[in-house]
Every structure is written in C-alpha cells, then in structure tokens.
T-cell receptor, first 113, second 114 residues
Framework: KQEVTQIPAALSVPEGENLVLNCSFT??????LQWFRQDPGKGLTSLLL?????REQTSGRLNASLDKSSGRSTLYIAASQPGDSATYLCAVRRQNQGGKLIFGQGTELSVKP | DTGVSQDPRHKITKRGQNVTFRCDPISEHNRLYWYRQTLGQGPEFLTYFQNEAQLEKSRLLSDRFSAERPKGSFSTLEIQRTEQGDSAMYLC????FGGGNTIYFGEGSWLTVV
C-alpha cells in the first residue's frame, strides 16, 4: 500500500529565506509526483508535475526534485515571500492506478515579513 | 480554459437530508475525479470517471454516496441521509486521459452537517 509522508507538518521562516519541503513515499512504482499549494479554505493549485523518468522540474522560484529509488521528493522555494504562506501538498500517482493520487498530509508554511 | 468549477461552494444541511454537488471540469478533459478532504488532512480519493464510465470507487464511498457523469461532461456527487461524519470539503478535479497529465482541482464544496 502506497503511503506518502510530508515532514515537517508546519514550518515558519522569515521572509527572504530559502527553504526545502520534504515528501517521501513507500512504493517506488510511481507514474509521477505532483506538488500542490492550498490556501486556507480553498482548492488545490498545481505547482509542478515530475514524471517518474525526470529528476527535477522548475517553475520560477520553485524547484522540485524526485529520487524514485529512495522514495523522496523535495520542493525548494527560493527567496520566500509572505505570499508563499500556504499548505503545500505532494501527491503520487501510481502505475496502473488510473488517475488516483495518493496525498501526503501537507506542510503548512508561514513566511513572516 | 475556465478551470474546474464546483457548486455550491458551501452547504449546511441537517443530518438525514440529501445533498448534491456539481462539478464542471475543464472543457475537453475526459477524466474527472472526486476527492474528500477533512481538516488538517490531505485529500482522499473517492471515485473517477473516464468520459461517462465510472472506472474506480474507493471503499470510502459508502452506499449513501453516488456519483454520475451522464454525458461525459459535468458530474454530480450525491450524499443521501447525511451524517455528521460526512462534514468535509469535497473536491473535484479533471485531466486529460494519460498518466503523464497534470490533474487540476476546483475550489471545493464545503459540507457541514448539523
């Protein structure tokens, strides 16, 4: 059974700091991994999608890496801003599982001005 | 591309009542998913459709829950005889067929059962 874990559960940093969010999964037979952002009471916004054959993806100040063999992904946020405050969720899509995503519990990020 | 649209955004209902949520996916997306999220947790998969066919249902989807996608476009999720444990946010998502495609989520429908 695929399990996804995100550490830490919450993180508070001062504005301008670079930070890393972690995601681990137990079954390496994944199709891809997707990082999402969720603001309080809102839906999910897709940030980055990494295919299983890829090592990393970048979008602006965000960089996501994937190490399938060790079951780990990281989301790197450069020069954090108060507007980055949100919950960040990672989700894996297993092979031969249709479109089902298995989510971690998320990391709640607070960037202090 | 207007995004995934869900209605209503908020619903308060008395225990025992039936509720129905609607989801309009991104146009031309042939896959549509339903997830449920409770406070402090990640979303949990409920069911998904490819066109009008419901291809998978989670064990979380009890007999009181039913989802339809009659013409392969919008979808409805109905909960019959609601219970307090049904209180959650119900998220709809859509994507194009193919494992490599991004899944896009809507804003969610909040359900509170009192």
């Amino acid at each position: 059974k695929q399990e996804v874990t995100q550490i830490p559960a919450a993180l508070s940093v001062p504005e301008g700091e670079n930070l890393v969010l972690n995601c681990s999964f137990t079954d390496s037979a994944i199709y891809n991994l997707q990082w999402f952002r969720q603001d309080p009471g809102k839906g999910l916004t897709s940030l980055l999608l990494i295919q299983s054959s890829q090592r990393e993806q970048t979008s602006g100040r965000l960089n996501a890496s994937l190490d399938k063999s060790s079951g780990r992904s990281t989301l790197y946020i450069a020069a954090s801003q108060p507007g980055d405050s949100a919950t960040y969720l990672c989700a894996v899509r297993r092979q031969n599982q249709g479109g089902k995503l298995i989510f971690g519990q998320g990391t709640e990020l607070s960037v202090k001005p | 591309d207007t995004g995934v649209s869900q209605d209503p955004r908020h619903k308060i209902t008395k225990r025992g009542q039936n509720v129905t949520f609607r989801c309009d996916p991104i146009s031309e997306h042939n896959r549509l998913y339903w997830y449920r999220q409770t406070l402090g947790q990640g979303p949990e998969f409920l069911t998904y459709f490819q066109n009008e066919a419901q291809l998978e249902k989670s064990r979380l989807l009890s007999d009181r829950f039913s989802a339809e996608r009659p013409k392969g476009s919008f979808s409805t999720l109905e909960i019959q005889r609601t219970e307090q444990g049904d209180s959650a946010m119900y998220l709809c998502a859509s994507s194009l067929f193919g494992g490599g495609n991004t899944i896009y989520f809507g804003e969610g429908s909040w359900l509170t059962v009192v």
